[in-house]
């Protein structure tokens, strides 16, 4: 049995490639209007991290469901891992183009490490290889699309200067992790549904959202990252309303059971 209640693949009310294209072209497009446009709207950074977080965590549902178990977080880690090396290296070469050079890189990362995690290590998952690309490409997205929150550019002097070097890469690297890796953690079992899976993603990737507009104050000024929260925050309310529906209507019951009884109450 998998971890996702099936013996293989996991079920889907929404295709891999619609998911991927969303997550690819979202992400893509967030980053560049994040770049390009004025300061203020640098939230479209935070709306392509989004995209690619919702891409990553679904990929993360679809290899997770042939039962990794306990590898649930760390393929969520490893995302991270590869993003951050793909991100770097593709800012620091490509220029106006380095999100896509950083996308290409992270997905060459990933087809070696999950050819790897296959043909050397013996997993024997028939999507490793392609969901580690998917899961590469996303967690490149999501850094990419934080960072730009954050230092209101892709530039990769603008990254360096107000991303990593004064640490707040570290704060993308956990919270774009737990957008990908949490949300099938939260919802595995054999009920385990797509829409609410990714609901969870969504409401997780609003979080960094705010996280990073609340660091983009000491850059960008308190309106830009006043913006930042808010549109964070207002989608962190749709989602978890979204999610809230979905536990009802998958819920066999959902009752309120008060508080905890005391220890003098059970006696």
Known sequence: MSAGGSGGGATAAYPPQTIMAIGAIGGLAGIYLGHFMPPAFSFFGGLGAICAIVWGADAVRRVASYGLGTGVPSIGMISLGMGIVAALFGLSVGGVAGPIVSFIAAAIIGAVIGVLANKVIGM???????????????????????????????NYADVVQYVVA??????????????????????????????????????KAAIALVITGFASSLH??????????????????????????FI???????VGTGLLPSAEELQ
């Open 124 to 154: 024997g998952i028939p999507i490793m290889e392609q969901a580690m690309v998917e899961i590469a490409g996303a967690g490149t997205l999501a850094i990419i699309g934080l960072s730009v929150v954050i230092a209101g550019s892709f």
């Open 166 to 203: 004064n640490g707040y890469i570290a704060l993308i690297f956990i919270i774009g992790g737990m957008g990908i890796l949490h949300p099938f953690n939260a919802n595995l079992g054999p009920d385990e549904k797509q829409d609410r899976t990714l609901s969870v993603a969504v409401e």
């Open 220 to 245: 960008e000024g308190l309106m830009s990252a006043g913006l930042n929260i808010a549109v964070g925050l207002v989608i962190w309310a749709w989602a978890f309303m979204k999610y809230y529906g």
């Open 248 to 254: 009802k209507r998958d819920a066999h019951a959902v």
